[in-house]
């Protein structure tokens, strides 16, 4: 089980929201397929093509904004599009149960979704930073007053550098593989040859999973390279992995290391794979990010897509994630019924920096950021490490 269950909310006050309506439709039937990534969409999903300042931007969305609710927006990884990094997660049983009660909005980098069209020769693939800068047209557009974003690798890099330019529009950041350096002169050289002399899936391959995973030459590593081969635009595919290996270090330290020091301010989780390629850089943003709101998950027996091969787990985390931010999930199992869920926010009754109970859908609270909330937030104030 998991440690963050250790996460006390004693004292803490419970409002319940009133759902309006459900935001999916009732699942009669288990989702057993949720291996074939490209399944049919759900017909709640919403596909919009956004105008920002960088270019078109394609999105999928589920349900619409209620009270001061905050938005689940997730962002992929290099080689993927959100079908193929994000619906087996989505698609587990307790996850729906979960983000039925949130509006659920997932981004494709640009010309990375499924029948996207060729990007013209000499086109210019936005930098991260302007990858970053495309999301808050994708807020403003849908009207969300902020967002919890779930982001994968690159996605995951995107998703922080988002977090440090508009820290207002971020309420909790779940980051999957992220490594905050950039690449070295000596790396940047390794990758250009071993583009030569690899296929493209192969490269993208090498990077989502880890040696031991693509030498067992898994079933799941078969499906993703057939995937990526053919379901994501190869040569927009090259132009976002070239724009993320030439990306620069994530402007992050730890408060009080230096001066004047940036970090993200909203509660983060870092997750990552036992058997992960990434595990080095995730155990490092760790060391640069602030104690007080993050919660670093390893992931045992998981490899490079702890979404992909451990969703029941990832899903209990991100249960317990949202718990600390004031969010919970109380299901009822009921003999011969079918599960059920509701969301409450819980408020704060006695903290020095928050506001009383009374407001709780009126203005804003962040949970984890003040030192005063300790009391209010049981254990959750301290960066915990999680082996699950």
Same mark, same amino acid.
């Given at each position: ?12 006050h ?19 397929n ?7 969409e ?7 093509d ?15 904004p ?19 990094c ?34 013209p ?11 970053a ?16 974003g ?62 031991e995973?693509?030498?067992n ?8 390279r ?29 408060p +009080? &290391?230096?001066?004047? =020091?940036k !970090? ?6 870092l997750?990552?794979?036992? #058997?992960?390629?990434? /595990? ?19 992931m ?43 969301m409450?926010?819980?408020?704060r ?12 859908? +009126? &203005?804003?609270?962040? =949970?984890? !950021?003040?030192?005063?909330s ?6 959750? #104030?301290?960066?915990? /490490?999680?082996?699950?």
């Open positions: 089980g998991l440690l963050l269950q250790e996460m006390t909310m004693a004292g803490l419970e409002l319940r929201f009133t759902e309006e309506k459900p935001l999916l439709r009732s699942q009669d039937a288990e989702l057993d949720s291996d074939v990534f490209l399944s049919t759900d017909m709640d999903w919403k596909e919009h956004i105008e920002t300042p960088y270019g078109l931007l394609h999105v999928v969305i589920r349900g619409s209620k009270g001061n609710r905050p938005a689940i927006l997730t962002y992929h990884d290099v080689g993927l599009n959100h079908k193929l994000f619906n087996t997660f989505f698609n587990y049983e307790d996850m729906q149960e979960i983000t039925k009660h949130f509006v659920v909005c997932h981004v494709d980098a640009p010309g990375q979704q499924a029948g996207a069209l060729q990007f020769q000499g086109y210019q693939y936005p930098s991260m930073d302007q990858l800068a495309m999301l808050p047209s994708v807020v403003q557009h849908f009207g969300f007053k902020y967002v919890i779930i982001g994968v690798g690159a996605g995951a890099y995107v998703l922080a550098k988002f977090a440090l330019i508009f820290p207002d529009l971020v309420e909790g950041l779940v980051l999957m593989n992220i490594d905050s350096n950039g690449k070295g002169w000596i790396d940047w050289a390794a990758a250009k040859l071993s583009g030569l002399t690899s296929t493209l899936p192969d490269t993208v391959l090498s990077h989502l999973f880890s040696q995973e693509l030498m030459n898994t079933e799941l590593v078969q499906s993703y057939q995937q990526i081969g053919s379901v994501v635009n190869q040569f927009n595919l090259q132009l976002f992995l070239n724009m993320y290996n030439s990306r620069r270090d994530l402007d992050i330290n730890r +009080g &290391t230096v001066p004047n =020091a !970090t993200l301010r909203c509660p983060v989780m997750v990552v794979g036992d #058997n992960a390629p990434a /595990e080095e850089g995730v155990v490092e943003c760790n060391s640069k990010l602030d104690p007080t709101n993050t919660t670093f998950l390893k045992a027996d998981s490899g490079g897509l702890p979404q992909v091969t451990q969703p029941g787990k990832l899903t209990e985390a991100f249960k317990y994630f949202l718990q600390g931010m004031g969010y919970t999930v109380h299901s009822c199992l009921c003999a011969h019924a079918v599960p059920s869920a509701s409450t926010r819980l408020a009754s006695r903290t020095a920096s928050l506001t009383s109970a009374s407001s709780v859908d +009126g &203005t804003r609270q962040r =949970a984890c !950021t003040h030192s005063e300790t009391e209010a937030m049981g254990q959750i #104030n301290h960066t915990m /490490e999680v082996s699950c």
